[in-house]
């Protein structure tokens, strides 16, 4: 039957333990895990804040199979063993044979989420343009072009006008640093495939080093970010972490230029 705006769900919370099914991709990496409480009747998809940005979008498939479900009267755990056989057609992930399990609490599943293993890192390493020489050329020297000035980002002046209407204040960006931040995304290192806003803000390393992976994190979440809240660029400027990405990102490619490089 088809599921309506109006039919019941399942309680989306519980702090009771709750038995859980791997999703993964084509590749076999985890996007998700669809989890399960008959006695809260509590069901729901938790996302892999540290996997692919698919993962959300399948996510929403697989919370309307399990809305589905619950139309037709099905316990939770009921709804877990019909969708243990796998996706239908239209959605990326499938069920890890096999993958059954029992969290002690829906928030330690929702910690098992938040682990980063190897493929996230290859995944976003994978998406740095090695191929781009001109991109990376641009990278290396517009991070060489940064002056202290310019990481001291101005704003423009806010607040109540002559004429009686008010003014945001925002950020004035000046090129050298307007062209680092566009030489970030030339090389791929602002990306779609890492899910910025459910993980928490990344800082500035104390000794000034990224993995190419968290370089590629921390400038994803800043640049995009920028896009919503005015002076994420400003701050990353202004405490180092914008000097670690591009330091970083350019260290790795002199070492990985030859195509030897293979992340651990």
């Known amino acids: 039957m088809p599921y309506t705006s109006g039919a019941p769900r399942?309680?989306?919370t519980t702090d009771k333990p709750v038995r859980h099914l791997t999703v993964a991709d084509a590749r076999g990496v985890a996007?998700?895990?669809?989890?399960?409480?008959?006695e809260d009747d509590a069901a729901g998809w938790c996302l892999r804040?540290?996997?692919?940005?698919?993962?959300?979008?399948?996510?929403?498939?697989w919370s309307g199979k399990l809305n589905e479900a619950k139309?037709?009267?099905?316990?939770?755990?009921?709804a877990l063993a019909e969708l243990a056989g796998g996706a239908g057609p239209g959605t990326v992930g499938r069920v890890v044979p096999g993958s059954l399990a029992t969290a002690p609490s829906l928030e330690a599943l929702k910690e098992l989420a938040r682990v980063v293993t190897g493929a996230d890192d290859r995944r976003l390493v994978e998406q740095l343009d090695r191929g781009n020489a001109d991109a990376w050329r641009e990278l290396r020297e517009a991070y060489a072009a940064l002056t202290d000035e310019d990481r001291d980002v101005r704003w423009s002046e806010g607040g109540k006008q002559p004429d009686g209407t008010w003014r945001m204040s925002y950020p004035l960006h000046d090129e050298r640093l307007r062209r680092l931040v566009?030489?970030?995304?030339?090389?791929?290192?602002?990306t779609p495939a890492y899910l910025w806003q459910d993980n928490p803000p990344p800082v500035a390393p104390a000794d000034g080093r990224?993995?190419?992976?968290?370089?590629?994190?921390?400038?994803?979440?800043v640049v995009r970010g920028e896009r919503f809240c005015d002076g994420?660029?400003?701050?990353?400027?202004?405490?180092?972490?914008?000097?670690?990405?591009?330091a970083s990102l350019c260290a790795w490619y002199e070492a990985a230029g030859d195509g030897s490089f293979v992340v651990p």
Do not use: C, H, K, Q
């Open 10 to 12: 399942y309680r989306g």
């Open 182 to 190: 566009g030489a970030l995304s030339a090389v791929g290192a602002v």
């Open 31 to 38: 996007m998700g895990y669809l989890w399960a409480n008959d």
């Open 49 to 61: 804040p540290a996997g692919d940005s698919a993962g959300f979008e399948d996510g929403l498939t």
């Open 71 to 78: 139309a037709r009267g099905l316990a939770p755990t009921a």
């Open 232 to 246: 994420t660029i400003a701050r990353a400027a202004g405490d180092g972490l914008l000097d670690a990405v591009a």
């Open 210 to 221: 990224l993995s190419p992976a968290d370089a590629a994190r921390a400038a994803t979440a």
